[in-house]
């Protein structure tokens, strides 16, 4: 017993000593974590898309699995096998349904895109004006561009020098360091998807052998705790996941109906385009508002203010009566908790918020039955 009471006031002084050190020198240790994250962002990102991508995983898992049923004993792949298929078609739908999105997106993009030349031909003098009223020399920007453009072949320099003074040399670093930024998003983003794919192509051996590491490590009542939160969180978020699909689809439909009525164009790409991006909160919702009006004014300018009013209207309706209801009861979450974790943590809030709000919520109720079962077997008098 002595000794069990020296070790933890050892422990503590040790614990005391390393948070003193820690906020003496505070910038060290942010550098340090920040180092960390870095290193480890790849194999964090791949954790996080495996656990996203388990959920259609597993759904093609089981549908897999029952149409193998009906196939003899001794033809029926392995478990192994039947996992790697459900990735590899899981993928090829994702991928499809980008390729999709481009497919539909690029040819009315050119399309539009052909209105732009006669547009700015008709509005070039307004433009003129409004650059000359804050203060622009058009007729000296003009003339740069002209030396600019006539001495390129040259190799001159002189007609850059005039491009240099409008501040086109940041402009030109600004450039290389988002390309770089983009190249290394994109390095780790690959290395991500290759970290999840491996993830779920042995997640079950995976699972053996975390399993493993707490029976060995942790008592059997700390081991059966982290099994029924990690299992309540994974099962949460394939409710949470589901229901958002379903989302997607109301919003696409409703944005195709409403645009079909007041007759906009691109009812469908745009119907589609808002169901893609309904996955990405907030901030898609504002994007396909952005694309929806941009191919509007293209196409048709003097119905751009009504395209963005109608789908302002569309995504109010949908945001206070619709999606409360399908996400929220996918969960266990009433509307109004939906709400306040949607509202409370911004852009996250939807995609990782509400599922952990609906985890703590659970398991709060679960430790609440849990004590009023048993203030009632001491005959504790509670109230309904």
């Not at 240790?29 to 388990?54: R, T």
């Not at 192509?201 to 493993?212: D, E, F, P, Y």
């Not at 164009?265 to 901030?283: K, Q, R």
């Not at 952005?290 to 004014?297: C, D, E, P, R, S």
Request: proline residues 4%; positive net charge.
């Amino acid at each position: 017993m002595f000794d069990q009471q020296t070790r933890r006031i050892a422990l503590l002084i040790a614990f005391g000593v390393c948070l003193h050190v820690a906020v003496s020198h505070l910038d060290v240790v942010l550098g340090a974590l920040s180092a960390i994250v870095d290193i480890l962002f790849p194999v964090l990102l791949g954790l996080g898309i495996a656990f996203v991508l388990n959920v259609p995983v597993s759904g093609m898992e089981r549908l897999l699995a029952r149409l193998i049923s009906r196939l003899p004993e001794k033809h029926r792949p392995r478990p192994g096998a039947v996992t790697m298929a459900s990735i590899v078609i899981v993928l090829i739908l994702i991928a499809g349904v980008a390729v999709l999105a481009v497919t539909m997106l690029v040819p009315q993009l050119i399309a539009s895109a052909k209105t732009i030349a006669p547009l700015l031909a008709e509005r070039l003098p307004e433009i003129e004006r409004a650059l000359a009223e804050n203060g622009f020399d058009v007729d000296r920007l003009a003339k740069v561009f002209q030396q600019s453009s006539s001495s390129a072949a040259a190799g001159s320099a002189s007609g850059l020098e005039g491009l240099l003074s409008f501040g086109l040399g940041s402009v030109a670093t600004s450039v290389f360091a988002a390309a770089r930024s983009t190249v290394s998003v994109i390095s780790s983003t690959v290395f991500a998807f290759v970290i999840a794919v491996y993830v779920l192509a042995s997640k079950r051996t995976l699972g053996r052998q975390v399993n493993r590491v707490m029976d060995a490590h942790l008592d059997a009542g700390h081991a059966a705790r982290i099994r029924h939160v990690a299992h309540l969180a994974s099962d949460t978020y394939s409710k949470f996941l589901s229901g958002q699909c379903v989302e997607a689809c109301i919003l696409g439909t409703l944005i195709f109906l409403a645009f079909s009525v007041v007759r906009l164009p691109y009812a469908g790409l745009i119907g589609f385009l808002t169901a893609l991006f309904a996955f990405v909160p907030y901030v898609g919702a504002f994007a396909s508002c952005v694309i929806g009006a941009f191919l509007t004014l293209l196409a048709s300018p003097e119905h751009a203010l009504l395209c963005v009013i109608v789908y302002l209207a569309v995504q109010f309706v949908e945001n206070q009566f619709i999606y409360p209801h399908v996400v929220g009861s996918s969960v266990g979450l009433s509307a109004l908790w939906t709400l306040i974790a949607a509202h409370l943590f911004g852009i996250v809030g939807i995609v990782f918020f509400i599922p952990i709000v609906a985890v703590l919520y659970e398991l709060f109720r679960q430790w609440t039955n849990a004590r009023l079962t048993s203030a009632a077997r001491r005959g504790r008098p509670m109230h309904d």
